[in-house]
């Protein structure tokens, strides 16, 4: 199922930049475990062609299952409570209530859901909300409808997807971070320990938590609960929110 989604989901031979994150508990993501339930999916787009049409591409896949939609944020909101869905794939902007203002009501009616924004929106300032926000995903609706189906699965197992060209303005958003002129901050940054440093940098090249492992020459139960530290110590939620934090704050550094 290769083909593309009309105007809108273009045929790329690309796929979506990986950021691994920490296995929900209980998974079985590192060994690739099949999993037995399908992946409960809530689609949310003001087009009701267009999610007609991920419906359809969708149905296709055996180990994935749209449970709903909604037409903007504020239905989505309603409807995931209602319905708990695994992932909410939502567009950014929407009438009534977009999808970025949506994200923390979603989170907190639904905390499992897994939240990918789907859109045309390639502005930095959108994706760094949404990730603020705590999607775990972001992608263009330039992607192929195989990638689609294939970043429900990564993030439905623990891992985050960025499109490509966003990831790239990602990291140059990091650098300018970096290089901006320094403000003073009222509350000082959490204070992480030396190895929890080691693992953030780890996590910040892309590495996922086995390859940390060999790395430093721990468990993959070690790095498990570095990470989860590391999550705790920052009040963040995701991988990948503790990596933007790490270079905001200088903790890391990009060359």
């Known amino acids: 199922m290769a083909d593309s989604f009309g105007p809108v989901l273009s045929e790329r031979e690309h796929g979506g930049a990986v950021i691994p994150e920490t296995a929900p508990e209980g998974s079985d993501s590192d060994s690739g475990a099949f999993r037995k339930e399908p992946i409960r999916v809530l689609v949310v787009d003001d087009h009701a062609l267009f999610r007609r049409g991920l419906e359809i591409v969708l149905a296709h896949e ?7 939609e909604a037409g903007d944020g504020a239905e989505a909101v309603d409807k995931a409570a209602d319905l708990l869905p695994d992932i909410v794939l939502m567009d950014v902007r929407m009438p009534r209530r977009g999808g970025i203002e949506a994200c923390t009501s979603i989170k ?23 990730i603020k926000a ?19 699965r990564a993030v439905a197992d623990g891992q985050s997807q960025i499109s490509p060209s966003m990831a790239s303005k990602l990291l140059t958003e990091f650098k300018s971070m970096i290089q901006r002129t320094d403000e003073r901050r009222l509350v000082p940054a959490p204070r992480l320990t030396d190895r929890e440093l080691e693992v953030l940098k780890l996590v910040a090249t892309g590495m996922n938590n086995r390859d940390i492992a060999k790395e430093l020459f721990i468990s993959e139960n070690t790095v498990k ?23 905001r704050e200088k903790i890391l550094e990009i060359r």
Do not use: C, F, W
């Open 108 to 130: 907190e009616v639904a905390p499992s859901a897994k939240i990918i924004m789907l859109t045309i929106s390639d502005e930095e300032a959108d994706l760094y909300d949404a």
């Open 225 to 247: 609960n570095h990470v989860r530290n590391i999550l705790e110590k920052l009040q963040l939620h995701s991988r990948m929110e503790a990596v933007v934090y790490a270079m």
């Open 134 to 152: 705590g999607a775990t995903g972001y992608l263009l609706k330039e992607i192929s409808t195989d990638e689609v189906a294939t970043a429900i």
């Open 62 to 68: 055996e180990d994935i299952q749209v449970v709903g």
